[in-house]
């Protein structure tokens, strides 16, 4: 079983209820997930081929994967000091079930808003810079097993590149972020 980063971007009032009430907030992430299948904003073929699940666009999209490139992205942001731990959400949603692997944490608005400005100054290539898979082998960041193959650093560049949209929408919505591992 593959263990893969996922996102939903829910509104202030979403996350205070979601915080209240966990149960509520599966419920309400499985809606917002099937709407957006439903709505066309599935992953689609990534033109570029770096990333082949991911969407080529979150424009209005309120859920996200980032596959099995969570680790490696929290590897090279965490090297970099990155202010905001967008990988595993700042802090758990209290009483939540397992949603996968663990319950699911989140990220305030606010807390939203520091990692889009933050991301907005980094690219694909600096995230990436100086890093090579041997070195992901080593720091066992999942799943190790590729770069031992020496797969290129092209599948994180391709998960970075539509994550970073994703935050700068919800921020500017003024949305908050649940974020778990499934």
């Known amino acids: 079983m593959s263990m893969i980063g996922e996102y939903v971007r829910v509104t202030a009032a979403q996350l205070d209820q979601a915080i209240k009430d966990p149960e509520w907030a599966s419920d309400l992430i499985d809606e917002l997930i099937e709407a957006d299948w439903e709505g066309g904003a599935a992953p689609e073929e990534d033109p570029s081929g770096t990333a082949p699940d991911a969407p080529t666009s979150t424009l209005g999209v309120r859920s996200l994967d980032v596959d099995k490139a969570w680790d490696a992205l929290d590897f090279l942001l965490r090297r970099r000091d990155f202010p905001v731990d967008i990988i595993h ?3 758990p949603i209290p009483g939540a079930d397992d949603w996968g692997y663990g319950p699911p944490r989140y990220l305030t608005p606010a807390r939203v808003q520091v990692a889009a400005d933050a991301l907005r100054g980094l690219t694909a290539d600096e995230l990436v810079a100086d890093v090579s ?3 992901l082998a080593r720091a066992d960041v999942y799943p190790r ?12 560049r391709g998960y970075f590149a539509v994550l970073v949209p994703f935050f700068q929408a919800a921020a500017q919505a003024g949305d908050g972020m649940l974020i778990w591992l499934d």
């Open 145 to 156: 097993i590729i770069w031992e193959r020496g797969e290129s650093l092209d599948y994180v």
């Open 133 to 135: 898979p041997q070195e």
């Open 89 to 91: 959400g700042e802090a």
